[in-house]
């Protein structure tokens, strides 16, 4: 791992060969060097953590001088209890998920002797950004060796002290494996990464992870393919035949286990038939956990129906601006979905609204009929759709990914959470002896395919 | 399908609606519109061919004129013996592949009655520019239904009037079923394109199919993600061990099946140790087929002394800029791969030299050796790598994919010859019934995810 630093084509370079050599390594190779990447930050523990501490000297300093959030401290605090732990374990985590590597998807025999197989393998070389989270730099260096891949790290500059001793760290256990050391390259300043964001003839792939601002910045100033997502715009439909129940606590949960995560809720699309069946009792539990109710008139005016006094002070007037904001904090914009005498064509109203106006990421229906869920499911354009389930199951851990390396609103390559699977591609490897395509054609003397699909054993 | 040109905007608007009504249709609506593309251009034949003569007899004065090409002229002639009867029956190919929407890859119980699927959908807008052929609509229009993508066309303006003819007819038979109107689009100038380009919220990916040029210009002036193949560089390495007969049959096939297709062989790596064995042979049997073999100093001192005056004619000094040249013509660049003491070193250069210089589309080797093949295989870093075959299988339609929208050198999303499923993304449903994210924690009280695969029915 570079610690000075080098021009930007040096460090690409050194990344992207180092990918091709991490290429040909068997999983038991990635998996030593996640085993001395683990022991190496067990051992260096006390280090790092006094590196830590200077950078929570320096933010606390910010924080008392009004120029960094205070949750931005609490973050950067890798001596919170269990957080280093949950690092270590983190990378053993990594280590034992299945190899996502030379997995075969498809074998075809396409003539006697003649196969072909998809095979599995890394993309390359992945230019990582991120924020904050000292952490996130040991979890990001274990999935990257584990999917094959050399990966260029820049963190934020508040964590700068504790980056470099753990850069350092791993750079060193790494060096005793048969894992290529500039297989994980740090850098340190914005600088450096602008002109990373030029090198699209050697990174494959930018990850960035953090602002919608930095994922815009990253996304207006480079040709290579970024994964991840600006906003997390995401909205629920409540149909007119919704169980009370099943909406108070999907819709409670989706807005306020968490505002400020990107797979919180913003959006509250409810059916005109709802309105005071439905939309009271879940407003009421809203309200009591402190949400603020931006409202239609048609929405409002029920509300103000049935809510006391105290409760309708948490209701407000939407603007058209509110349905297209991410709120990240406690506030829901509501708005009314007209019922119709077509059939499904409410439904097609609010499927319409989301496709319009959320950003691709994970969207809601609650309803009882499977009619309804289904043209729901297939009609939003999101990388998540969940029927009767909170929006805060959009995460790979719940997904059962083992972790991931964040969630993308791509429409295509990986969509949500992207686990290792969305960190390969494939290639296409063709076993013969000597077989011509010129022998194959229709007609006299032309051998002909036989696109047998094969067993995988 | 639009004919007149409305503004850019309004094209992409219209395909967006369209793309989210096509994802919400059953396979059968699907199929069935393919039915009625088909039966609407038998029916319309004589119409369409007509057309067609237009663009022929234009086409014909360009050539005359030296301004045109005379392969164009061939290639724009949909008179020609079986060529329309092989566009009908293409779409009735594309028609009778299975569909590739709907699958469902991953099944998992996140917890008792909370259900994560991963479905395969459709992208969404495509926009797809290709140039000359003009049969090649008929087969785009078919793959863009059957994967449930809306798509915009532009065709080469040679084929003007035959694209019009065939788009009037393809738009008349869509509106008699349930795909919408504007599922294709034809656009038909280079200005549109252009403005098309600027729609990066609207269309999710764009297809050049055509020159090198094209394809440059198109990745130069987009944000969308762009699918496809500037050049096609493939090289071969004939290792040490190699089997004569196997070399030879399968470096002359590679080079001289079809000069011009980017599948076509462009750089010969030698093993120093074959320079006296193997290569004679292979470069006699070259030579024998008109191409010019363009050497480095060591395989053109064993050539000198094995070929005969004739055939030594053909023998060139290679520079070092024709190791980066795709020639698409009878020309071959030859360089010679030093052996080693190392073990698999040789190996190791040859594969460094690939990766440096090829265009990741598709690489061979020629060895005995499972060893040395499986190295190349992992090390290459190509959408396509073949042991002892011919460069010339990287093809859709010998793969076994029925068909293909073109080939991909693109590290992400899609990779080698593109089918329907590379014209396909996923989402994820989640069926709950009142689920939770807040409920599952660890502790007293808290729930656990379960996590368990599910089979797939």
């Known amino acids: ?7 930007a084509i040096d460090i690409a370079k050194a990344a992207s060969w180092a990918s091709r050599h991490l290429a040909t390594l068997s999983e038991a190779d990635r998996n030593d060097a996640l085993t001395a990447l683990h022991d190496a930050l067990l051992l260096k523990k006390d280090a790092i953590l006094e590196a830590n501490a200077r950078d929570i000297q320096l933010a606390e300093q910010a924080v008392a001088h009004g120029s960094l959030n205070h ?6 605090d890798l001596s919170r209890p269990g957080k280093y732990d949950d690092m270590l374990q983190g990378i053993l985590g990594v280590k034992s998920l299945r190899d996502p590597i030379g997995n075969v998807t498809l074998r075809t025999l396409l003539d006697d002797g003649l196969t072909l197989d998809k ?6 070389v992945l230019l990582i950004i991120f924020e904050a989270r000292p952490e996130v730099i040991a979890n990001i260096a274990a999935l990257s060796i584990k999917s094959g891949n050399a990966a260029i790290l ?22 005793t494996t048969r894992v290529p050391q500039s297989s994980v390259q740090l850098v340190k300043t914005r600088a450096a990464v602008s002109d990373l964001l030029a090198q699209d003839l050697l990174i494959d792939l930018v990850i960035p992870r953090g602002s919608n601002d930095l994922v815009r910045y990253v996304k207006e100033h480079t040709k290579i393919p970024v994964l991840g997502h600006a906003d997390g715009l995401c909205s629920a439909y409540i149909h007119s035949d919704a169980d009370l129940e099943i909406a108070t606590k999907v819709i409670v949960d989706s807005k306020t286990d968490y505002p400020a995560a990107c797979n919180s809720l913003e959006t509250l699309l409810i059916h005109q038939d709802a309105l005071e069946r439905v939309l009271p009792d879940v407003a009421k539990a ?3 956990k402190g949400v603020v109710l931006r409202c239609d008139a048609s929405s409002k005016a029920a509300l103000m129906e049935s809510l006391t006094f105290d409760e309708a002070k948490k209701l407000q007037d939407a603007q058209e601006s509110d349905f297209e904001t991410e709120f990240l904090d406690l506030t829901l914009a509501v708005k009314t979905i007209s019922s119709s005498d077509a059939p499904l064509a409410d439904v097609e109203a ?9 950003s691709k990421h994970t969207d809601i229906v609650v309803t009882k009929s499977e009619t309804v869920a289904n043209l729901f499911m297939k009609g939003v354009d999101s990388a998540g759709v969940f029927w009767n389930a909170s929006s805060r199951f959009a995460d790979g851990m719940r997904y059962g990914f083992g972790t991931e390396v964040g969630i993308s609103t791509n429409k ?5 959470p992207v686990g290792l699977d969305g960190l390969t591609i494939y290639k296409y490897l063709i076993r013969g002896s000597g077989h011509r395509a010129s022998d194959y054609f229709d007609g006299d003397g032309g051998k002909r395919y036989k696109h047998q699909n094969l067993e995988i054993s």
């Open 71 to 76: 949750s931005v401290l609490k973050r950067l």
């Open 350 to 358: 609010a499927i319409t609204h989301i496709n319009l106006h959320s």
């Open 412 to 416: 295509i390559h990986s969509r949500g």
């Open 1 to 7: 791992m570079s610690l000075t630093e080098s021009s």
């Open 286 to 288: 809203l309200v009591a």
């Open 154 to 175: 820049k963190g934020g500059k508040e964590s700068t002290e504790s980056f470099v001793a753990i850069a350092n760290v791993i750079s060193e256990a790494i060096s």
């Open 119 to 124: 095979v599995a393998c890394p993309i390359g």
